[in-house]
C-alpha cells in the first residue's frame, strides 16, 4: 500500500512569506505527526493530530501551526518565515498514536528560506 | 522525556552481524523501545519496535535486557545498504501521541 506521502518536495521561500506544506497519511492510519529536522538540532516534534484535533505539541513558536481534515490528510504552516526555518520536515502516520503503533515516515519537504 | 545513550558511531563489515546498543537507564514500564534508521535525504524507516520481550522480523532482531534498562539492535548480515543513522527512541505511554524523540542517534559504516 501506498506510504506516507508530502507535497511539495522542495520550496524556496523569502523571509516573511508564509509557507504550507501538506501530507497525506497512509490509508487507514487517522494519527499524523509533524517533525523539523535541521543540522544543528536534530529531528524535533512539532505536533500532533488525530479525528482533527490536536492531541499534542512541541515546543515550537506560535508561527508554527497545523490542521487536519476528516480524511486524516494534514497540512501544517508557517508564517513569518525566518532564515532559521530552513529544514527538512517530516510527516509520519500512525493508526492512533498510541505508544506502541509503528510510526511511519514520509519522504519531507525540504524548506529553504532565503 | 526518558533518555536513551547511544555510541556516536560504529563500524562494520559486509556481511557480518552488528549489535548496536542502547542505554535507558530511566525506562517506565509502559514505554516501546523502537528503532529508526535514516539514510542522508530520506525520512526516518521504522526498523523494530518491543515492549519487553524480545522480537525479530525481516530487517533486524531486537533483544531486550530483562531490567529493560538496555537494548541492542542485532542486523544479522550487513549489507551497505545498512550504512545509515540508527536512532533508539522510548515512546512513552499516556498522552505522548504520535510523538517519539530522536537524540543523535549511532552512525553505522558498512566497509565492503
Not at chain 2, 75 to 88: E, I, K, M, N, S
Request: aromatic share 10%.
Amino acid at each position: 500500500k501506498a506510504g506516507v506521502t508530502q507535497t511539495p518536495r522542495y520550496l524556496i521561500k523569502t523571509r516573511g512569506q508564509q509557507v504550507t506544506l501538506s501530507c497525506s497519511p497512509i490509508s487507514g492510519h487517522r494519527s499524523v505527526s509533524w517533525y523539523q529536522q535541521t543540522p544543528g538540532q536534530g529531528l524535533q516534534f512539532l505536533f500532533e493530530y488525530f479525528s482533527e484535533t490536536q492531541r499534542n505539541k512541541g515546543n515550537f513558536p506560535g508561527r508554527f501551526s497545523g490542521r487536519q481534515f476528516s480524511n486524516s490528510r494534514s497540512e501544517m504552516n508557517v508564517s513569518t518565515l525566518e532564515l532559521g526555518d530552513s529544514a527538512l520536515y517530516l510527516c509520519a502516520s500512525s493508526l492512533t498514536g498510541a505508544s506502541g503503533n509503528t510510526i511511519y515516515f514520509g519522504e519531507g519537504s525540504w524548506l529553504t528560506v532565503v | 522525556d526518558a533518555k536513551t545513550t547511544q555510541p556516536n558511531s560504529m563500524e562494520s563489515n559486509e556481511e557480518e552481524p552488528v549489535h548496536l546498543p542502547c542505554n535507558h537507564s530511566t525506562i517506565s514500564g509502559t514505554d516501546y523501545i523502537h528503532w529508526y534508521r535514516q539514510l542522508p535525504s530520506q525520512g526516518p524507516e521504522y526498523v523494530i519496535h518491543g515492549l519487553t520481550s524480545n522480537v525479530n522480523n525481516r530487517m533486524a532482531s531486537l533483544a531486550i535486557a530483562e531490567d529493560r534498562k538496555s537494548s541492542t539492535l542485532i542486523l544479522h548480515r550487513a549489507t551497505l545498504r545498512d550504512a545509515a543513522v540508527y536512532y533508539c527512541i522510548l515512546s512513552q505511554g499516556g498522552t505522548s501521541y504520535g510523538k517519539l524523540t530522536f537524540g543523535q542517534g549511532t552512525i553505522l559504516t558498512v566497509h565492503p
